[in-house]
């Protein structure tokens, strides 16, 4: 009887979990890709390839380019200055980012103060960090509230005058933004105005003369890997370059609500594989204990069928 109500409530788990993987395999191909719960959103057309936009937003890895020293940009109390004000003696981590960026770009700035934390060299003493907005309608002002923060963040005294937020016009940004290979576009904001930029994510290291020596791609960078590449940059050494694999700055559209498939399709086959494990183990578990149940059954019947022939 025991055997026989075990056997029942493993065919009904193992048919339940089937039919439960059965259903999701079924749903995916029509599920779309969606970020939010039902009736928050309007769902839109999907997109099953990389938007054409996005093609458009690349990191040209230009080892050994010399970037033009003599752009005129405005640090963050105004002042006039040119880019060679922070060259000639140390090595220069520059940032190409803009600072109403609410994205991707504090993550970079969060993820590069985290290593800096880490590193042994100080800015201003050993190397130089060069921030430029590629947002023309940024201020000053702007520049000082976002140097205020991530000053008050990397916390190391006396450090300030390596640290320079720049804000500049069209011309001299695009032309180092050119030389850097830095690609980016202006995209509609959720005001629908062209109000925000689609661009990846990186920071490069130049040496004292402004020639680009290593690019480092990502939101996240390793302290050991900038404490080497400031000493090679340092010493004018360039290196090689990287996997282009790159974390892009994009806001969807939000009148049409677009979203990239991708992500949607590795989410739904992730549940799906988690189903289907599910289900095996249950599967597996339920005939183990069926077996062990089998094998009891069968000693104990040998077990009575000795005592009775030996009694």
Known sequence: MRETITRRTAAKTAGFVLSCALIALVAIPACPAQSSWYGEKHIGPTAEQQPTMLKQITIAQRLNQQIPLDLAFRDETGKLVHLSDYFGKRPVILSLVYYKCRI??????????????????????????????????????????????????????????????????????????????????????????????????????????????????????SPKDLDLGLVEASHG????????????????????????????RIVQAGCLLTVLLLGSYMIMSFRRDALEARLNRVTGNEGRTNTVVNG
Not at 245 to 258: F, I, K, M, Q, V
């Open 237 to 264: 050494t360039i290196g090689s370059p990287v996997d282009n694999l790159l974390t892009y700055c994009y806001r969807y559209d939000p009148a049409l609500n677009r979203h990239s498939l991708v992500i949607s």
């Open 104 to 221: 991707l770009c504090p993550e970079e700035l969060d993820g590069l103060v985290g290593a800096l934390e880490m590193v042994k060299f100080n800015p201003g003493r050993d190397f130089n960090l060069v921030f430029v907005s590629i947002d023309p309608t940024e201020t000053p002002a702007l520049a000082a509230q976002e140097k205020a923060l991530y000053m008050k963040r990397y916390g190391r005294p006396g450090t300030a005058n390596g640290w320079h937020f720049l804000t500049g016009q069209e011309p001299e940004i695009e032309k180092l933004a050119a030389a850097v290979g830095f690609g980016y576009v202006k995209v509609q904001g959720p005001d629908g105005k062209l109000s925000q930029y689609a661009h990846a994510s990186a920071i490069e290291l130049l040496t004292p003369q402004g020639r680009l020596s290593q690019y480092y791609l990502g939101v996240e960078y």
